[in-house]
């Protein structure tokens, strides 16, 4: 009974979390088709899919430049490259982000929760 309520509990806040997501408005709204007319194929995967690229490919790994990075989908500002900072893992990395651009939420898709990050004007997946 302990162990079902457990999981009855894990797949409410599950479903409240995605829930929320779906009822937020983005200032910049398109359709799948529309999205993918203007991003790559891994673009599309990432960002609109909730997807994610393999580790140590990404050649934003290898940018030193001073600058913003942006939201490929809609070109927010997101992070100053002053905060990029090598994490190890793989993926670019950041200390903190463009306050009031990068909202934050739980992922359960894999079983467990995971922290997620997304573009808050177009909804597009960062991690």
Not at 48 to 64: D, N, V, Y
Not at 66 to 76: E, F, I, L, W
């Amino acid at each position: 009974m302990k162990n079902t309520l457990l999981l009855g509990l894990l797949l409410l806040t599950c479903h409240s979390f995605y829930a929320q997501r779906a009822v937020n408005q983005y200032d910049v709204i398109k359709t799948a088709q529309e999205w993918k007319a203007t991003l790559s194929d891994l673009e599309f995967y990432v960002l609109r899919e909730q997807g994610t690229e393999r580790p140590f490919t990404s050649p934003l790994l290898k940018i030193k430049e001073k600058g913003t990075y942006v939201c490929k989908a809609c070109n927010t500002p997101l992070f100053k490259s002053e905060h990029k900072f090598d994490s190890g893992t793989g993926w670019p990395s950041f200390d903190r982000e463009v306050k009031g651009n990068v909202g934050y939420g739980i992922d359960y898709k894999v079983g467990y929760a995971r922290s997620e990050e997304y573009c808050l004007k177009c909804g597009g997946h960062l991690g």
